[in-house]
T-cell receptor, first 110, second 114 residues
Framework: QKEVEQDPGPLSVPEGAIVSLNCTYS??????FMWYRQYSRKGPELLMY????GNKEDGRFTAQVDKSSKYISLFIRDSQPSDSATYLC??????????FGTGTSLTVIP | NAGVTQTPKFQVLKTGQSMTLQCAQD?????MSWYRQDPGMGLRLIHY???????DQGEVPNGYNVSRSTTEDFPLRLLSAAPSQTSVYFC?????????????FGAGSRLTVL
């Protein structure tokens, strides 16, 4: 069983839609949770960071962590064509070893 | 402030050749790491270092060597390249977000082994 599971998609939505991206994990000791955005042929860039459980909002992006269900989500409101990218979830127990999902490919259609 | 810099961006090797992927950071972060990214596999940790002189293995260390003589540099060595090592390699340093445990990545090095 993989440490982190993520639906690879691809996901295609119209501009302005709300996008929901999700990951599940097996290690209950994970306490650092991140979402990265990766454009084609570029390095991943940090989008959201959450420590332990709860919600975090930054502009159009909201990250949620439900440790009881071992489930994390990223919501994108009012999606834009510039949001078209691959979204990677990542998590870590101690900050030394990070485990990534396989990524979800998102296309926002104008 | 360049962050994490990787060289080369592209490289083609023949089976059995050796090479070194370079990684440098100017953020003064103690922790650095190497990942490989393959379709359907996501990012997988190869090796990491928590400071100069200290390295440890990640999930897929076989076929790769690392050393850390300075805080700034963390090179990844392939001693005898194999086609299975064809991949995109990313170097990452931990920090850069108010000290939080997050990774800052380089732009990647695309390696093809024939």
């Amino acid at each position: 069983q993989k440490e982190v599971e993520q639906d690879p998609g691809p996901l295609s939505v119209p501009e302005g839609a709300i996008v929901s991206l999700n990951c599940t994990y097996s290690n209950s000791a994970f306490q650092y949770f991140m979402w990265y955005r990766q454009y084609s042929r570029k390095g991943p860039e940090l989008l959201m960071y959450t420590y332990s459980s709860g919600n975090k909002e930054d502009g159009r992006f909201t990250a949620q962590v439900d440790k009881s269900s071992k489930y994390i989500s990223l919501f994108i409101r009012d999606s834009q064509p510039s949001d078209s990218a691959t979204y990677l979830c990542a998590m870590s127990e101690t900050g030394n070893q990070f485990y990534f999902g396989t990524g979800t490919s998102l296309t926002v259609i104008p | 402030n360049a962050g994490v810099t990787q060289t080369p961006k592209f490289q083609v090797l023949k089976t059995g050749q050796s090479m070194t992927l370079q990684c440098a950071q100017d953020m003064n972060h103690e922790y650095m790491s190497w990942y490989r990214q393959d379709p359907g596999m996501g990012l997988r940790l190869i090796h990491y270092s928590v400071g100069a002189g200290i390295t440890d293995q990640g999930e897929v260390p076989n076929g790769y060597n690392v050393s850390r003589s300075t805080t700034e540099d963390f090179p990844l060595r392939l001693l005898s390249a194999a086609p299975s090592q064809t991949s995109v390699y990313f170097c990452a340093a931990r920090g850069g977000f108010s000290g939080a445990n997050v990774l800052t990545f380089g732009a990647g090095s695309r390696l093809t082994v024939l």
